[in-house]
């Protein structure tokens, strides 16, 4: 059984930085991991994700102040965000799965995911 655990989230106040972490626990060798958010009534929102090459994608808006990286060896996933703005605050998911070819973009191409971690960040 695949268990995802985040971690790192907080209340930071606006212009501050958060790096979040997402531990895999199980057998896994899937080659994707993505990072979304989430505000209550909302749809889940895609952040960005990486493929098992390490390159990465992200949606426009979040470019140049988010990375998101890994450690295949501890199968540990980051997302290091800078710059954060009240708009940012979220409950913050890491999704992973397996695929052929590119990483799915949407959440429904993620069978495994975490219970997230909450950021808040104040003005």
């Known amino acids: 059984q695949v268990q995802l655990v985040e971690s790192g989230g907080g209340s930071v106040q606006a212009g501050g930085s958060l790096t979040l972490s997402c531990q895999v626990f199980g057998i896994y060798n899937g080659n994707c991991m993505a990072w979304f958010r989430q505000v209550p009534g909302k749809e889940r929102q895609r952040v960005g994700r990486i493929e098992s090459l390490g390159d990465t994608r992200y949606r426009e808006s979040r470019r140049g102040r988010f990375t998101i990286s890994k450690t295949n060896a501890e199968n540990v996933g980051y997302l290091r965000m800078t710059r954060l703005q009240p708009e940012d605050t979220a409950r913050y998911f890491c999704?992973?799965?397996?695929?052929?070819?590119?990483?799915?973009?949407?959440?429904?191409?993620?069978?495994?995911w975490g219970q997230g971690t909450q950021v808040t960040v104040s003005s």
């Open positions: 999704g992973a799965g397996d695929a052929g070819g590119l990483c799915p973009a949407g959440a429904g191409g993620y069978p495994y």
